[in-house]
């Protein structure tokens, strides 16, 4: 089994910025896709961020796009999420999961097909 450690979530303003980080144990980090997840309360969980196993490719959805980067570091099993100009929207628990594949450059923003999730971390935007 691999297990997902999310950490970095917090209080900040609108317009300032926070980075998560995914940390991962268990089995290869390099095996996996990765991507990031975001529940709030009373909506449903959707697709922030993914990077492929390679670090070669990232996909971000719309509403994030330009304001916050994906990436990863295998070396250190650890992923993260540079968000910056942060809005009162994107105020969520933020979950991190791993999707196992062979495919170095493969992405997917569908919550089915990741494998592991971590317990998440959350990030509350005031305005």
């Known amino acids: 089994q691999v297990q997902l450690v999310e950490s970095g979530g917090g209080l900040v303003q609108a317009g300032g910025s926070l980075r998560l980080s995914c940390a991962a144990s268990?089995?290869?980090?390099?095996?996996?896709?990765m991507g990031w997840f975001r529940q709030a309360p009373g909506k449903e969980r959707e697709f922030v961020a993914a990077v492929s196993w390679s670090g070669g490719s990232t996909y971000y959805a719309d509403s994030v796009k330009g304001r916050f980067t994906i990436s990863r570091e295998n070396a250190k099993n650890t992923m993260y999420l540079q968000m910056n100009s942060l809005k009162p929207e994107d105020t969520a628990v933020y979950h991190c999961a791993a999707h196992y594949t062979t495919r170095y450059y493969y992405v997917s923003d569908r919550a089915a097909e990741y494998d592991y999730w971590g317990q998440g971390t959350q990030v509350t935007v005031s305005s």
């Open positions: 268990g089995r290869t980090f390099r095996s996996y896709t």
